[in-house]
């Protein structure tokens, strides 16, 4: 029903365009051709006019007047009227002023006339075009209507299947190593250790996240739970992965306690995937991947080495763009992802190569400086917090209303992270305090809520949605 009626409000629009365009040039042709008699008629009575010869003058715009101008009125040079002719009643009238002059270099004004133009006329006339073109233009707008309408949803539905598309092709790029994994350990299903069940219950999680991450994707609703990682323990987790995917390859780990901002899911996708791509390029019987992590000024970096054979440098410049990759049947999603990702996360991703001695990939984070903020009004959730940075040697700051806050922000930076609860108590709403803070420049704020994420999935300026666990 209502998209009846928008159609019939666009049809009646553009009849009403059509009206004003076809009245507006019946106006204008009619007004210069009126200007063109109002002309002649001065020249008609001008020599009469200026022997004050009036009755004549009088008789002679009667007879203009009567099939041309609703009403002609002349004045003498002070504007006192001289003649003023039968009216015909008119609704809406244009004028033209004319001047007679004495001579004819128009330098002695001896009168002027005024020539009232009728327009209801025109009105008509310009209805009862507007009701001949009815006939062509109501078809027309059915049939162009029907037309926009189904290219439209063709290409609705031409975006949901690129879309469903790429969901389906970084969903089974993405779910290969935790599946490998899950085979390994059917095999030895009756020889399970410690490790085992760890694994399959690592694997198990990946799934169930990279399933969630795609469904979420495909209805609009993703949303990226950015918080602060042990970033060895999910290279460990990730490379015990692969350990068993690719069981005849040496990995080489030389790490380092370092935590990053990130979501842990994306990140393990993006590491599996730069994993997979070094892994598929050796062709060395003796295949070695390294990863390290290093600490330089203000950034950390992870370096992922392999001994296989380079990346040629013409497609080393387009490495990130889709269907570009240097694998046989790679599509290059996993890499652009990656690119995509990090650089929510202000990283980066640089790959180096040196011929036939490997690749080197290096992701750079920025190395966190630990300040948070917490905005709560519950007293034990703010000592909770309070006791773990304490213990772990992380600068907090606890406030208990966006009053209390707002007394000590000339302490508070603008990258400081900021987490705020839903429910500040007294009806205040945490995520539009968020919004205002947002507003203002702090550019790192999360809701730490006992609310499911989904529920602020349209809040794009939230960092992230956490629970009311610390995040450090």
Request: proline share 1%.
């Amino acid at each position: 029903m209502t998209k009846k009626l928008i159609t019939l409000s666009k049809y009646f629009l553009l009849n009403l365009i059509l009206f004003l365009v076809i009245i507006s040039s019946i106006i204008t042709l009619d007004h210069e051709q009126k200007n063109n008699i109002a002309n002649a008629t001065i020249s008609l009575i001008r020599e009469n006019f200026l022997v004050t010869d009036f009755r004549t003058v009088a008789r002679d715009i009667e007879k203009v007047k009567s099939d041309n101008f609703s009403k002609i009125s002349i004045y003498d040079k002070n504007n006192n009227l001289i003649i003023n002719s039968s009216e015909i009643e008119n609704l809406i009238n244009v004028k033209i002023n004319k001047s007679i002059w004495s001579d004819r270099e128009a330098k002695h004004l001896k009168g002027k006339v005024t020539f009232f133009v009728g327009c209801d006329h025109l009105f008509v006339i310009a209805f009862k075009i507007l009701f001949g073109t009815f006939f062509i233009t109501a078809p027309v707008f059915v049939l162009a209507n029907n037309f926009l309408s189904k290219r439209q949803l063709q290409l609705i539905e031409v975006e949901r299947n690129k879309i469903l598309t790429k969901i389906t092709m970084q969903m089974s790029h993405d779910i290969r190593s935790p599946i490998a994994a899950l085979q390994h350990l059917a095999e030895k299903v009756n020889e399970f250790t410690a490790d085992d069940i760890l694994l399959l219950k690592s694997s198990l999680e990946r799934i169930d996240k990279i399933a969630n991450i795609h469904l979420n994707e495909s209805k609009g609703t993703f949303f990226q739970n950015v918080v602060e990682n042990n970033l060895s323990i999910l290279i460990v987790e990730l490379v015990n992965e692969k350990k068993v995917e690719f069981p005849n390859v040496n990995f080489e780990l030389s790490l380092q306690y370092s935590s990053i901002f990130c979501d842990s899911s994306d990140f393990k996708r993006i590491l599996s995937n730069l994993v997979n791509n070094s892994v598929e390029a050796i062709k060395n019987p003796h295949p070695i991947v390294k990863i390290s992590i290093i600490k330089l000024e203000n950034r950390i970096v992870i370096k992922i080495e392999d001994n296989g054979q380079g990346i040629d440098k013409n497609i080393l410049t387009k490495l990130g763009n889709i269907s570009i990759t240097t694998k046989r049947q790679g599509n290059g999603l996993g890499l652009k992802h990656a690119i995509e990702t990090l650089a929510e996360w202000n990283s980066n991703l640089k790959i180096t190569s040196t011929g036939r001695e490997g690749t080197t990939i290096e992701i750079s984070f920025p190395e966190i400086e630990k300040s948070f903020v917490l905005i709560d009004d519950d007293e034990l959730t703010r000592t909770t917090w309070k006791m773990k940075a304490d213990k772990t040697g992380i600068d907090l700051k606890t406030f208990n209303s966006i009053e209390t806050f707002n007394l000590n922000r000339n302490l508070i930076s603008k990258d400081t992270w900021i987490y705020i609860d839903s429910e500040l108590g007294n009806g205040v709403k945490g995520e539009l305090i968020a919004e205002s803070l947002f507003q203002e420049g702090y550019i790192n704020i999360s809701l730490a809520t006992g609310y499911s994420s989904d529920t602020f999935s349209e809040l794009k300026f939230l960092k992230s949605v956490i629970s009311k666990k610390a995040p450090f």
